[in-house]
């Protein structure tokens, strides 16, 4: 059974970093491209990085530069890590991956091709 448990959230100031993790089971990772997307309160979810089955990385504009994304094969595990944090990177952080393997190969940013996932996990910037 796929599943997906994001880690690592927690209250920070201003300027400060946190590393998320989202282990992973019941599937090949290296196979499957993986995206972490956030949801803050009152607005849409988005995409924040992804990295493409075919290990293509991507970022949105407003993480550009500060987060970096990551996997690990051998762990089963995806990370996220967020430097240099702001008020506005507050919401609940969620990992995704498509429904099967080799899809999103290239472009991965977007939500609509992921079908599983995580729980989420609480990241809150604030002085």
């Known amino acids: 059974q796929l599943r997906l448990v994001e880690s690592g959230g927690g209250l920070v100031q201003p300027g400060e970093s946190l590393r998320l993790s989202c282990a992973t089971s019941?599937?090949?990772?290296?196979?499957?491209?993986i995206g972490w997307f956030r949801q803050a309160p009152g607005k849409e979810r988005e995409a924040v990085a992804c990295?493409?089955?075919?290990?293509?990385?991507d970022y949105a504009d407003s993480v550009a530069g500060r987060f970096t994304i990551s996997k690990d094969i051998v762990k089963k595990t995806a990370y996220l890590q967020m430097d240099s944090l702001k008020p506005e990177d507050t919401g609940v952080y969620y990992c995704?991956?498509?429904?099967?393997?080799?899809?999103?190969?290239?472009?991965?940013?977007?939500?609509?091709?992921?079908?599983?996932w995580g729980q989420g996990t609480q990241v809150t910037v604030s002085s």
């Open positions: 995704a991956v498509p429904a099967g393997a080799g899809s999103l190969f290239t472009q991965c940013l977007g939500a609509e091709g992921y079908a599983h």
């Open positions: 019941g599937f090949n990772l290296d196979a499957y491209a």
């Open positions: 990295v493409a089955s075919g290990y293509n990385i």
